[in-house]
């Protein structure tokens, strides 16, 4: 099995920054990618952002293009996501996601094996 625990969510004014942390542990699956997904109230689930395991390859949903920015952390089993120029249409409950996928930054949720509990965000305006 895997656990991956998401953290850094809260409450921030439109036009503020938040980031996002997910640490993944278990020994399921060694390589793995990582992606975040949001789920607003009465909305389907949309993907956000996603990341190979080596980093080298991002993807990002089209509205947060240019705003956020994943990345992987110098120990492996952690990726963040940094949120900039948040909008209240950004308030969603944000989920890390890892999928077997290693080389991969794919935008499907079906994609994803395991997956977080997830943090809040809201964004007031």
């Known amino acids: 099995q895997m656990q991956l625990v998401e953290s850094g969510g809260g409450l921030v004014q439109a036009g503020g920054s938040l980031r996002l942390s997910c640490v993944t542990s278990g020994r399921a699956i060694s390589w793995y990618s990582n992606g975040w997904f949001r789920q607003a109230p009465g909305k389907e689930r949309e993907f956000v952002a996603a990341?190979?395991?080596?980093?080298?390859?991002?993807n990002y949903g089209e509205t947060v293009k240019g705003r956020f920015t994943i990345s992987r952390g110098s120990s492996w089993n952690k990726v963040y996501l940094q949120m900039n120029s948040l909008k209240p249409e950004d308030t969603a409950v944000y989920y890390c996601?890892?999928?077997?996928?290693?080389?991969?930054?794919?935008?499907?949720?079906?994609?994803?094996?395991?997956w977080g509990q997830g943090t809040q965000v809201t964004v007031s305006s």
């Open positions: 996601a890892a999928s077997r996928s290693w080389k991969s930054s794919s935008n499907s949720a079906r994609e994803y094996d395991y």
């Open positions: 990341i190979n395991w080596s980093g080298g390859s991002t």
